[in-house]
């Protein structure tokens, strides 16, 4: 999903087929996941101003981007990234740009980040923004209450210092980066990840040359 500011102000939000998995693609030979180069502009751009001091590996994500909950559903790239490199190297924001809630779930991932709860939270909140259940904070504290955080716990953390800290963070991040879409994929400050790029035969093919292009580029 892209988006982009109008004339007015306002945000637009188009959604976008980008997973390399069209029938042309599907018709063509797989690519081999053992792949050992890369082609600027096709897998992977290089940043016009790289970033210093990030994290290896950064994903931007929304919970009102259906693309992003395909990256956790029929593509979990994340999580394949993760096994191939080492556990936690892919560091997740969220966007607080896209949604009339978009605010109020980048505190709530802060706070699942803070407490540890990404895992378990990161499903529940896509299918309840899908599922057109999510109307409201009181939507989001009875969510995380299910997980052992209670909407009092919950307002207590929204005070916090932690939580402030990971809000801020993420929208430092957003800004820095000038994200444009989600999700997206950023290495080592440096390069992004061109999704349409990655090509593949099968959903599991694209996830592991996707985790392979990261692999590369972070080698370098």
Not at 83 to 90: H, M, N, P, Q
Not at 189 to 201: F, H, L, R, S
Request: aromatic share 10%; proline share 5%; hydrophobic share 40%.
């Amino acid at each position: 999903m892209i988006f982009k500011k109008s004339a007015l102000g306002s945000l637009l939000f188009l959604s976008l087929s980008f997973f390399g998995l069209t029938p042309a693609v599907l018709a063509a030979s797989d690519v081999s996941i053992n792949k050992t180069t890369l082609e600027e502009g096709k897998e992977y751009t290089t940043l016009p101003r790289p970033l210093i001091s990030q994290p290896p590996v950064v994903e931007f994500f929304s919970f009102y981007c259906g693309p992003c909950y395909q990256f956790i559903d029929t593509y979990p790239i994340s999580d394949a990234i993760n096994r191939t490199l080492s556990e936690g190297i892919v560091t997740k924001y969220h966007v607080s740009l896209m949604g009339a809630l978009g605010n109020e779930l980048t505190e709530a991932w802060a706070i699942a980040i803070v407490t540890g709860k990404t895992d378990q939270l990161e499903r529940p909140l896509f299918e309840a923004v899908r599922d057109g259940k999510l109307k409201n904070i009181d939507d989001i504290k009875s969510i995380f209450s299910q997980f052992g955080i209670e909407p009092e716990a919950y307002k207590k953390m929204q005070q916090s210092l932690p939580v402030k800290g990971t809000v801020a963070l993420q929208n430092t991040a957003v800004k820095n980066f000038e994200v444009k879409g989600t999700p997206s994929f950023y290495i080592n400050g440096k390069y992004q990840i061109n999704n349409a790029g990655i090509a593949a035969t099968s959903p599991q093919a694209y996830v592991d040359n996707f985790a392979n292009t990261v692999k590369i580029l972070l080698a370098r």
